[in-house]
């Protein structure tokens, strides 16, 4: 077990009537952070979750991501990008090549930005939820 980041707490995020509270947990997830005490890393790259957080040892094996986080990326930056796409050709009328050049950097980057964090989300909903395995030894 490692040192508490500064502002962390190691305090789970629980109800008294043993439900996790799910707002927390997802702005945990946002943060890329152990969803039951927030002040472990969830990831040990930029996808790979890991399988127990360093600082409380949640047990974060059980996750099912899957697909979701892509799903959602390509979702959220098809749906920003494509109005503004066309907003900007039809109030600029730049370049092709300069709008293909600036479009395609700022989709790459959006994407490159969020899909570890709806990762983060997925995981942190799956865990708040019960999903898959998480609390099981609790019951």
């Known amino acids: 077990m490692t040192d508490i980041p500064q502002g962390y707490s190691t ?11 799910l707002r927390p947990a997802l702005l945990r997830g946002w943060k890329r952070r152990c969803p039951c005490c927030g002040g472990g890393p969830m990831m040990k790259g930029y996808l790979t979750v890991r399988n127990e957080c360093p600082v409380c ?5 059980h996750h099912r991501a899957d697909d979701g986080p892509a799903y959602l990326t390509i979702l959220i930056v098809g749906h920003l990008m494509a109005p503004l796409l066309g907003w900007v050709f039809v109030a600029f009328r730049p370049d092709p090549l300069v709008l293909v ?14 899909l570890p964090r709806f990762k983060g989300m997925i995981v942190a909903f799956q865990w708040a939820k019960r999903m898959h395995g998480f609390g099981e030894e609790d019951d």
């Open 57 to 61: 040892g949640e047990d974060l094996s």
């Open 11 to 21: 305090d789970p995020i629980q109800s008294a009537d043993g439900e996790r509270e």
């Open 101 to 114: 050049a600036i479009f395609a950097t700022g989709t790459v980057a959006l994407s490159l930005y969020l």
